[in-house]
Nanobody, 120 residues
Framework: QVQLVESGGGLVQAGGSLRLSCAAS????????MGWYRQAPGKQREFVAN???????NYADSVKGRFTISRDNAKNTVYLQMNSLLPEDTGVYYC??????????????WGKGTLVTVSS
């Protein structure tokens, strides 16, 4: 069994910064993709950023140039550095990880979410 634990959410003023972390633990054979999604009140969950095992990154247009995703493979942890935050960045941020817990057995896992609130 593999668990995801997120941390780093909170309340920040517009223009401020936050850093989210998501650590995977348990029976991990290897981790493929790691990423973040968010869901604003009354809206659908949307893609924010992801990073492949080789380091390739992808970002939503709305966060390009402001957010940076990174990962520490030794710690099975993904980070999201969020700078120049805007009120529209407010929402629950979910970690999403693609994990092999054994050869050929792949799981797409979601964290429970961490709330980010950006005040204007």
């Amino acid at each position: 069994q593999v668990q995801l634990v997120e941390s780093g959410g909170g309340l920040v003023q517009a223009g401020g910064s936050l850093r989210l972390s998501c650590a995977a633990s348990g029976s991990i054979f290897s981790i493929n993709i790691m990423g973040w999604y968010r869901q604003a009140p009354g809206k659908q969950r949307e893609f924010v950023a992801n990073i492949m095992s080789g380091g390739t990154t992808n970002y939503a247009d709305s966060v390009k140039g402001r957010f940076t995703i990174s990962r520490d493979n030794a710690k099975n942890t993904v980070y999201l550095q969020m700078n120049s935050l805007l009120p529209e960045d407010t929402g629950v941020y979910y970690c999403n990880v693609g994990v092999f817990d054994g050869p050929g057995h792949y799981m797409n896992l979601w964290g429970k979410g961490t709330l980010v609130t950006v005040s204007s």
